[in-house]
């Protein structure tokens, strides 16, 4: 299985800030690489697909990098609804496995 | 929209069969992989399989001896059975649409809201 490793694990960040998370594969995946956005009580939504390419309908200040092993989401300018759990997945190959998560808190 | 909404028991003894259906709606199920999630606070995300409307499947090798995964096309409709459960497969259970275009690869577009299974005797 192809591990995937996100630090950290949690972060306090403040309204405005920029936010980088990282996402680590434990073998090279190209750019088979998505972000998820969960609050507490719902399910994960998609925000960043093929590494870099945002989902419809999230905001500009969400943004993917990376190839290989090695991803970052980053987050321009934080907002109050950003508060939430972001997880990267990968889609390489069966099976489909996540990072533990990292809390962006306040 | 595409929505999707899992169905099943909450509660399941241990040595049971856990079973769950996600209802498709505002779309066909044809053309796309259907996903099982599950997610605990020890383990948290875990794929389960998917099936495409044809009829094919892939499992996770951690379940595969006690995982089936079916679709029923006519009522846009898939469902998930895992056997033998034990406390271990407590778990809020999601089901997903993994899509996919001709040069970008799988996701999970579409979700739905998600089922906790408790596995308590």
């Known amino acids: 299985d192809i591990q995937m490793t996100q630090s950290p694990s949690s972060l306090s960040a403040s309204v405005g800030d920029r936010v980088s998370i990282s996402c680590r594969a434990s073998?090279?995946?190209?750019?088979?690489l998505n972000w998820y956005q969960q609050k507490a009580g719902k399910a994960p939504k998609l925000l960043i697909y093929a590494a870099s390419i945002v989902q419809t309908g999230v905001p500009s200040r969400f943004s993917g990098s990376g190839s290989g092993t090695d991803f970052t989401l980053a987050i321009s300018s934080l907002q109050p609804e950003d508060f939430a759990t972001y997880y990267c997945?990968?889609?390489?190959?069966?099976?489909?496995?996540f990072g533990q998560g990292t809390k962006v808190e306040l | 929209q595409v929505q999707l909404q899992e169905s099943g028991p909450g509660l399941v003894k241990p040595s049971e069969t856990l079973s769950l259906t996600c209802t498709v709606s505002g779309g066909s199920i044809n053309g796309y992989y259907w996903t099982w999630i599950r997610q605990t606070p020890g383990k948290g995300l875990e794929w389960i399989g998917h099936?495409?409307?044809?009829?094919?499947?892939t499992y996770n090798p951690s379940l595969k001896s006690r995982v089936a995964i079916s679709v029923d096309t006519s009522k846009n409709q898939f469902s998930l059975r895992l056997t033998s459960v034990t406390a271990a497969d407590t778990a809020v259970y999601y089901c997903?649409?993994?899509?996919?275009?001709?040069?970008?690869?799988?996701?999970?577009?579409?979700w739905g809201h998600g089922t906790l299974v408790t596995v308590s005797s």
């Open positions: 099936i495409f409307p044809s009829g094919t499947t």
């Open positions: 997903a649409r993994d899509n996919y275009g001709a040069t970008t690869p799988y996701h999970f577009d579409f």
């Open positions: 073998q090279s995946i190209n750019t088979y």
């Open positions: 997945q990968q889609s390489l190959s069966t099976p489909k496995t």
